[in-house]
């Protein structure tokens, strides 16, 4: 897969689809981040999941404000 520069760094316009789709992951990541306060118990693992899982937000949105569709 070749990279696209020139895609990944302007900005990108969303839809009103678009938004509601990245609402939708942002609203679950949430969720999540939110259990897992409440069933693990603190330490370096649960500080890198809550890191891992802002990370899975970022890219599913990334994909869908890059991609469209």
Request: glycine share 6%.
């Amino acid at each position: 897969m070749e990279r696209d520069a020139e895609n990944i760094f302007r900005h990108h316009k969303v839809t009103v689809d678009q938004t509601n789709r990245l609402h939708a992951i942002r609203d679950k990541a949430r969720e999540l981040d939110i259990l897992i306060d409440a069933v693990c118990p603190p330490g370096e693992e649960r500080q890198i999941a809550h890191f891992k899982l802002e990370e899975a937000m970022f890219w599913a949105n990334a994909g869908i404000a890059r991609n469209g569709g």
